[in-house]
């Protein structure tokens, strides 16, 4: 049983046997990728709050053992795995790392990301290839090897970050938009094959949030603008952990299939 203080100082006790406490939260068992900043360690340090396990999966495992240590100061029950989601072999060791931790696993948060944004006459086909690599293989992989542990333990719940660029299409960002679309795609053909209640899908697409996603991006005068729109619309990366909360918390037989979060002065 564990029990941690959370952001209002209120103190929420999980169930521990996977049942996901009275809040729906408490007890389950949590992989987040993407884990060591922005959204993935906002996520993570929320569900730990409410009395989830986590395993926390992502390259820069310095960043991660920190954020490790910091949720274990904290009574909550952490797991590091290094985690490169484009590895298909890194998500399955990501969910057996769960279950043989933890016994089960219940949700997988598939967060890790890029974005590369230049014009298509910019011809960067290296760049192409890695928003297709990280955002669209990188979410297949967390699915194969999620899915078949969720089969055996008769549930789970595939939560996967996208983004408000794929709702409004604008210049530079066609191929990321193309990538994040291609995920929502999957994830509801997905859900229609799974109606027989195991498994629970959720899409979150997030606008304009204060992560370090701006800073990958190439070309100086794109990378200026959008560093710039961000400082002035970005909401804090808990907004979004606040609603993959929202989406796992639900009662079994409830399914959030998609939620949008953005600053309400985005366009």
Avoid: C
Wanted: charged share 25%.
């Amino acid at each position: 049983m564990s029990a941690v203080s959370d952001i209002g100082g209120n103190d929420r006790t999980g169930a521990g046997d996977g049942s996901g406490g009275a809040d729906g939260i408490g007890g389950k068992v949590v992989a987040v990728t993407g884990a060591s900043s922005g959204i993935g360690e906002a996520t993570a340090l929320r569900m730990a709050e409410r009395g989830a396990a986590v395993v926390l999966g992502a390259r820069r495992t310095d960043r991660l053992e920190a954020l490790v240590d910091r949720i274990r100061a904290a009574g909550g029950r952490a797991e590091a795995v290094p985690t490169d989601v484009t590895r298909r072999e890194d998500l399955d060791r990501l969910v057996a790392a769960a279950v043989e931790r933890f016994g089960r696993l219940d949700v997988l948060v598939s967060n890790a990301g890029i974005a590369r944004n230049a014009l298509f006459t910019d011809l960067d086909v290296a760049a192409w290839d890695a928003m297709i690599d990280v955002n669209v293989r990188g979410v297949l992989h967390g699915i194969a090897a999620a899915l078949p542990q969720f089969r055996r333990q008769g549930r789970g719940h595939l939560v996967t970050i996208v983004s408000t660029s794929g709702l409004k299409i604008v210049p530079t960002q066609g191929v990321y938009a193309g990538t994040k679309n291609a995920v929502r795609t999957l994830l509801e053909a997905l859900r229609q094959e799974s109606t027989d209640g195991v498994l629970r899908t959720t899409s979150i697409s997030p606008g304009y949030v204060r992560t370090e996603l701006v800073d990958y991006i190439d070309d100086p005068e794109i990378r200026a603008e959008v560093r710039e729109r961000m400082a002035t619309l970005g909401i804090d990366p808990d907004a979004v952990a606040r609603a993959v909360a929202f989406a796992v918390e639900q009662p079994d037989d409830v399914e959030i299939g998609d939620i949008t979060v953005r600053p309400t002065r985005q366009n």
